[in-house]
């Protein structure tokens, strides 16, 4: 274990087995050989236990306490804090899927979790079995071994199949490591007893429970198809994966471009490791792998980046004052929780030109460009997603115009105030004295966009339309009775909700303030686990449910409060939002 690493930054390496599972390094050992290796941090992911994790990282800390070396020495017992890795909370979980072995790394997982602990366990219990049942197997070829014999040969190590071969080994039963698992310990060994395994879905369920991220480790081993390795990544993203090991000590470099394709098509984190074992692989070494391998900081920045938390909040009865502002105080604690790089999403009813329009008031944009960064917007209800950086919409979903044609000639008939939208204008049917009615009056005095008039609101929508809104101002049992009537025909393709009782909304069944927010963390990506959403009526109930924190306002409806995990001490005109700010967002 003598290779360098010199690319003038220090790397990370976030795939490292220790002696408590099948490396040979003790945890304690891992620290002192990153420090020599100038490694900035490291992952410690043994499989399937948590065991070497506390020893890691105390030791690590009472490093980082001791005082600064005076000759510039990296030896642990003078070691600078400085130069004491990070060491990142970790596991690797060995799964199956479809027949094959596939391998899934949990980064930064809180491994104290008592509900992960447990699963954990069950883990264990498995594996001790499945050691019990081989062992006989092997008595019974005249081997002289047992479970208890390897526990006591490798004490506090994970009994797996590279302790039997050194066993194997040391007690003169083979020549080499390869021969045991050529004669005994391999998958196709009359000796070997597979272990009953996890799905990778539900390791990636257990890692983000334990709030973790969830990195499919090493996918260029596992001899997919093309197409078989995207469907298996496709699935886990649908599941959560949140990244994929792009960057590993055997890839050459079309498999590393390949895999980084793969992550960008699926918006996965990249991550990188060397899948360090100490003598268990000989020649792989910790931090550059056979030699070539560099993974970055960045890598990490990113990953840490992603566990961020991320505020979705409603606007009207929420954020802003009636008035359509927001306090100095709010403004301040909204860029200053951006600057430590928390996110911010606006999630609304309103319709997307509106939303621009008060961001550019509240000085959130200037001349089109985001002043707060990275900042997200859901508007519609949640049928568009718009990225202001990017000046481009990530999500959206439309009424078709057939179903436009049936629901205002509806609307006509129950005599109801009907319109759509198209990018920049509200679409509203000619009035035959020309003037807006007082539905209209209404909703512009705080939607302030341009109306266009049109004989026939679908005609002029041949692309659909993000939402229609039905408006009556004094009489919400005809909105209810006219929802009712249409709901029976639009089962499964429409939804329908109320943003206050004046105002109902018919919008795509795909849309809402739910999903959009479970897109806007597949798209980024990032964790449910850090998501806070924030609401007053009955149209934010589905965000404040997929939130891991709902959050409902003092002056929110019943439906909401009932949604919500905590309720502010105070409205939204007296800055009730800034008591999540400050509480979670520091």
């Given at each position: 274990?003598?290779?360098?690493?010199?690319?003038?930054?220090?790397?990370?390496?976030?795939?490292?087995?220790?002696?408590?599972?099948?490396?040979?390094?003790?945890?304690?050992?891992?620290?002192?050989?990153?420090?020599?290796?100038?490694l900035k941090a490291f992952a410690l992911t043994d499989h399937d236990?948590?065991?070497?994790?506390?020893?890691?990282?105390?030791?690590?800390?009472?490093?980082?306490?001791?005082?600064?070396?005076?000759?510039?020495?990296?030896?642990?017992?003078?070691?600078?804090?400085?130069?004491?890795?990070?060491?990142?909370?970790?596991?690797?979980?060995?799964?199956?899927?479809?027949?094959?072995?596939?391998?899934?790394?949990?980064?930064?997982?809180?491994?104290?979790?008592?509900?992960?602990?447990?699963?954990?366990?069950?883990?264990?219990?498995?594996?001790?079995?499945?050691?019990?049942?081989?062992?006989?197997?092997?008595?019974?070829?005249?081997?002289?071994?047992?479970?208890?014999?390897?526990?006591?040969?490798?004490?506090?190590?994970?009994?797996?199949?590279?302790?039997?071969?050194?066993?194997?080994?040391?007690?003169?039963?083979?020549?080499?490591?390869?021969?045991?698992?050529?004669?005994?310990?391999?998958?196709?060994?009359?000796?070997?007893?597979?272990?009953?395994?996890?799905?990778?879905?539900?390791?990636?369920?257990?890692?983000?429970?334990?709030?973790?991220?969830?990195?499919?480790?090493?996918?260029?081993?596992?001899?997919?198809?093309?197409?078989?390795?995207?469907?298996?990544?496709?699935?886990?993203?649908?599941?959560?994966?949140?990244?994929?090991?792009?960057?590993?000590?055997t890839y050459d470099g079309a498999m590393e471009r390949k895999i980084?394709?793969?992550?960008?098509?699926?918006?996965?984190?990249?991550?990188?490791?060397?899948?360090?074992?100490?003598?268990?692989?000989?020649?792989?070494?910790?931090?550059?792998?056979?030699?070539?391998?560099?993974?970055?900081?960045?890598?990490?920045?990113?990953?840490?980046?992603?566990?961020?938390?991320?505020?979705?909040?409603?606007?009207?009865?929420?954020?802003?004052?009636?008035?359509?502002?927001?306090?100095?105080?709010?403004?301040?604690?909204?860029?200053?929780?951006?600057?430590?790089?928390?996110?911010?999403?606006?999630?609304?009813?309103?319709?997307?030109?509106?939303?621009?329009?008060?961001?550019?008031?509240?000085?959130?944009?200037?001349?089109?460009?985001?002043l707060i960064p990275n900042l997200l917007v859901i508007s519609y209800?949640?049928?568009?997603?718009?990225?202001?950086?990017?000046?481009?919409?990530?999500?959206?979903?439309?009424?078709?115009?057939?179903?436009?044609?049936?629901?205002?000639?509806?609307?006509?008939?129950?005599?109801?105030?009907?319109?759509?939208?198209?990018?920049?204008?509200?679409?509203?049917?000619?009035?035959?004295?020309?003037?807006?009615?007082?539905?209209?009056?209404?909703?512009?005095?705080?939607?302030?966009?341009?109306?266009?008039?049109?004989?026939?609101?679908?005609?002029?929508?041949?692309?659909?339309?993000?939402?229609?809104?039905?408006?009556?101002?004094?009489?919400?049992?005809?909105?209810?009775?006219?929802?009712?009537?249409?709901?029976?025909?639009?089962?499964?393709?429409?939804?329908?909700?109320?943003?206050?009782?004046?105002?109902?909304?018919?919008?795509?069944?795909?849309?809402?303030?739910?999903?959009?927010?479970?897109?806007?963390?597949?798209?980024?990506?990032?964790?449910?686990?850090?998501?806070?959403?924030?609401?007053?009526?009955?149209?934010?109930?589905?965000?404040?449910?997929?939130?891991?924190?709902?959050?409902?306002?003092?002056?929110?409806?019943?439906?909401?409060?009932?949604?919500?995990?905590?309720?502010?001490?105070?409205?939204?005109?007296?800055?009730?939002?800034?008591?999540?700010?400050?509480?979670?967002?520091?």
């Amino acid at each position: 274990m003598t290779a360098s690493i010199s690319r003038g930054v220090p790397p990370v390496d976030l795939h490292v087995h220790s002696s408590r599972s099948d490396g040979t390094l003790s945890p304690r050992q891992l620290v002192d050989y990153a420090m020599e290796k100038g490694l900035k941090a490291f992952a410690l992911t043994d499989h399937d236990t948590t065991e070497g994790l506390d020893e890691a990282v105390s030791y690590a800390q009472s490093l980082r306490e001791r005082p600064c070396c005076q000759d510039g020495s990296l030896a642990p017992k003078d070691a600078c804090p400085d130069s004491v890795p990070e060491v990142i909370p970790g596991i690797e979980f060995s799964t199956e899927y479809e027949g094959q072995d596939i391998h899934v790394v949990g980064l930064y997982i809180d491994y104290k979790n008592e509900a992960f602990g447990q699963k954990l366990q069950a883990f264990v219990d498995s594996r001790i079995l499945r050691n019990q049942k081989m062992c006989s197997l092997l008595q019974q070829a005249g081997i002289q071994i047992s479970y208890e014999k390897l526990l006591l040969e490798f004490p506090g190590a994970v009994i797996t199949r590279a302790h039997y071969a050194r066993y194997l080994l040391s007690h003169g039963y083979v020549k080499s490591i390869k021969e045991a698992f050529e004669r005994y310990v391999g998958d196709d060994c009359p000796y070997f007893v597979p272990r009953e395994k996890v799905t990778p879905f539900q390791a990636v369920e257990l890692i983000l429970k334990a709030d973790g991220i969830p990195i499919l480790a090493h996918p260029g081993l596992y001899s997919m198809s093309d197409s078989r390795l995207e469907k298996l990544i496709k699935e886990l993203k649908e599941a959560g994966l949140l990244g994929i090991e792009a960057i590993y000590s055997t890839y050459d470099g079309a498999m590393e471009r390949k895999i980084r394709a793969l992550a960008s098509k699926y918006r996965l984190l990249i991550s990188g490791g060397s899948d360090f074992h100490g003598a268990n692989k000989p020649g792989l070494d910790l931090g550059c792998g056979y030699g070539s391998l560099y993974i970055p900081e960045t890598v990490l920045c990113a990953i840490k980046e992603c566990r961020k938390n991320l505020l979705f909040t409603d606007l009207d009865g929420t954020l802003l004052l009636d008035d359509s502002t927001v306090s100095p105080a709010m403004k301040e604690a909204l860029f200053g929780m951006t600057k430590k790089g928390h996110r911010l999403i606006l999630t609304t009813g309103r319709p997307l030109p509106s939303v621009l329009s008060v961001c550019s008031q509240l000085g959130f944009l200037k001349d089109g460009v985001p002043l707060i960064p990275n900042l997200l917007v859901i508007s519609y209800n949640g049928a568009l997603v718009y990225d202001c950086s990017k000046k481009t919409p990530v999500l959206e979903h439309r009424i078709s115009q057939e179903d436009i044609a049936f629901i205002t000639k509806k609307a006509g008939e129950a005599g109801l105030h009907i319109h759509g939208y198209t990018d920049s204008e509200i679409l509203c049917r000619f009035q035959e004295d020309g003037q807006e009615n007082a539905e209209l009056r209404y909703y512009r005095r705080r939607i302030a966009m341009p109306v266009k008039w049109v004989p026939d609101v679908a005609q002029a929508l041949p692309y659909g339309t993000w939402k229609l809104q039905v408006i009556h101002l004094t009489d919400n049992e005809a909105l209810k009775q006219f929802r009712d009537s249409l709901l029976p025909c639009f089962e499964g393709r429409l939804q329908m909700i109320f943003s206050n009782p004046r105002y109902l909304e018919i919008l795509p069944a795909q849309a809402g303030k739910g999903n959009a927010l479970r897109h806007v963390c597949a798209y980024l990506p990032a964790p449910l686990s850090h998501t806070f959403a924030a609401g007053d009526e009955e149209n934010d109930v589905s965000m404040l449910l997929a939130a891991q924190t709902g959050i409902a306002m003092k002056n929110a409806v019943p439906q909401a409060k009932k949604a919500a995990r905590v309720i502010t001490q105070a409205d939204n005109n007296h800055d009730g939002l800034l008591e999540i700010l400050n509480r979670y967002f520091q």
